[in-house]
């Protein structure tokens, strides 16, 4: 009898670990659980620890509530602007309703990450290339307010959703390569002409100093001198100031005439060459005298022909009409 109650003990031992085997459960702490009896879903959310369930009869199903990072295959779409990108992005999300997130879905990470791919490709149509490259964190929000949306009724929170690449055609990213270079150009195309125009009005001022103090410009040739020497070269370049080619122009200007020289009087004529005469004044304008006006003595004899004894042809100056008798035509009144 008692050997019977010993083996009935230990069957029944048997069997408590058995079933204790088998109706355990362990939920961990990121971990909620949700019992369906007979595929009915039990009240409650089972919390982490040490649980039971009726073994053959309930099954235990764990949701995660850590913080799930999920990324979105690269969508490839036409922006606004008619330019083709291939943008990726990668979505965080958690679940706050476990009964929801089991019980609303079927597979809540397919549903967000479905939900993504569309709002992404959306995204894509309604923005600017330069929104995409530049305006980030505002594409980011909308995009995030557009999975958020449906996802509330699954039981999960949309925590964070980044767009990390924009891949754009090799013909776009050189265009703005060209772009970027011909803005940088401009730039400093405007900063050389700033300093330009500020060296400008110091070399200005600095010449007012300089034209008040002469000898300021003396010692500037000077340190331009040393300046130029220091690099040991073969050749000096001097400086010849203009202002003292102006001194020298305005000191020979101001040279006094000798009194023996009369600046009105006509120079000799000098000789020509070989001892030949000089030649006639081209201002002197010779005119042949009429007969009337020659001597006596050189007009041919009574009855004979001009033509026959032709008389010299004289050539002198106009004016020889004025000439008083007795006096030569060279010589001066």
Do not use: C
């Given at each position: 009898?008692?050997?019977?109650?010993?083996?009935?003990?230990?069957?029944?031992?048997?069997?408590?670990?058995?079933?204790?085997?088998?109706?355990?459960?362990?939920?961990?702490?990121?971990?909620?659980?949700?019992?369906?009896?007979?595929?009915?879903?039990?009240?409650?959310?089972?919390?982490?620890?040490?649980?039971?369930?009726?073994?053959?009869?309930?099954?235990?199903?764990?949701?995660?509530?850590?913080?799930?990072?999920?990324?979105?295959?690269?969508?490839?779409?036409?922006?606004?602007?008619?330019?083709?990108?291939?943008?990726?992005?990668?979505?965080?999300?958690?679940?706050?309703?476990?009964?929801?997130?089991?019980?609303?879905?079927?597979?809540?990470?397919?549903?967000?990450?479905?939900?993504?791919?569309?709002?992404?490709?959306?995204?894509?149509?309604?923005?600017?290339?330069?929104?995409?490259?530049?305006?980030?964190?505002?594409?980011?929000?909308?995009?995030?307010?557009?999975?958020?949306?449906?996802?509330?009724?699954?039981?999960?929170?949309?925590?964070?959703?980044?767009?990390?690449?924009?891949?754009?055609?090799?013909?776009?990213?050189?265009?703005?390569?060209?772009?970027?270079?011909?803005?940088?150009?401009?730039?400093?195309?405007?900063?050389?002409?700033?300093?330009?125009?500020?060296?400008?009005?110091?070399?200005?001022?600095?010449?007012?100093?300089?034209?008040?103090?002469?000898?300021?410009?003396?010692?500037?040739?000077?340190q331009t001198v040393v300046a130029v020497a220091a690099e040991k070269n073969s050749t000096l370049v001097l400086p010849f100031p203009v202002e003292l080619l102006r001194f020298l122009e305005r000191a020979a200007e101001a040279q006094p005439v000798p009194p023996h020289a009369d600046p009105a009087a006509p120079k000799p004529p000098s000789k020509a060459?070989?001892?030949?005469?000089?030649?006639?004044?081209?201002?002197?304008?010779?005119?042949?005298?009429?007969?009337?006006?020659?001597?006596?003595?050189?007009?041919?004899?009574?009855?004979?022909?001009?033509?026959?004894?032709?008389?010299?042809?004289?050539?002198?100056?106009?004016?020889?009409?004025?000439?008083?008798?007795?006096?030569?035509?060279?010589?001066?009144?």
């Open positions: 009898m008692v050997e019977e109650l010993l083996a009935v003990a230990a069957a029944a031992v048997v069997g408590a670990g058995v079933y204790t085997a088998a109706a355990a459960r362990v939920v961990k702490q990121y971990e909620r659980g949700l019992v369906l009896r007979f595929g009915r879903l039990r009240e409650g959310v089972r919390s982490p620890g040490f649980t039971m369930v009726v073994p053959f009869v309930d099954r235990l199903i764990k949701v995660n509530l850590q913080i799930v990072t999920l990324p979105v295959p690269a969508q490839e779409g036409i922006t606004r602007d008619n330019v083709t990108v291939r943008v990726d992005a990668v979505v965080y999300f958690k679940v706050v309703d476990p009964r929801n997130a089991i019980i609303e879905v079927e597979d809540y990470r397919f549903a967000v990450s479905q939900m993504a791919q569309t709002s992404l490709r959306s995204i894509i149509g309604k923005s600017d290339l330069d929104d995409l490259l530049s305006n980030r964190e505002k594409l980011n929000e909308g995009l995030e307010l557009m999975i958020d949306s449906p996802a509330v009724g699954w039981g999960v929170q949309i925590d964070r959703v980044e767009i990390k690449d924009v891949s754009l055609p090799e013909t776009m990213k050189r265009s703005m390569a060209r772009q970027a270079e011909a803005d940088r150009e401009r730039r400093a195309r405007v900063i050389n002409a700033d300093a330009e125009l500020q060296a400008s009005k110091k070399l200005a001022e600095a010449a007012g100093v300089m034209a008040d103090q002469p000898a300021a410009l003396q010692l500037r040739l000077l060459p070989g001892g030949a005469p000089p030649a006639a004044d081209p201002a002197v304008e010779l005119t042949e005298l009429p007969a009337d006006a020659l001597p006596s003595d050189a007009l041919p004899a009574a009855g004979s022909s001009l033509d026959a004894h032709p008389g010299p042809a004289v050539e002198v100056p106009r004016g020889a009409a004025d000439v008083p008798d007795g006096a030569a035509p060279g010589d001066p009144a």
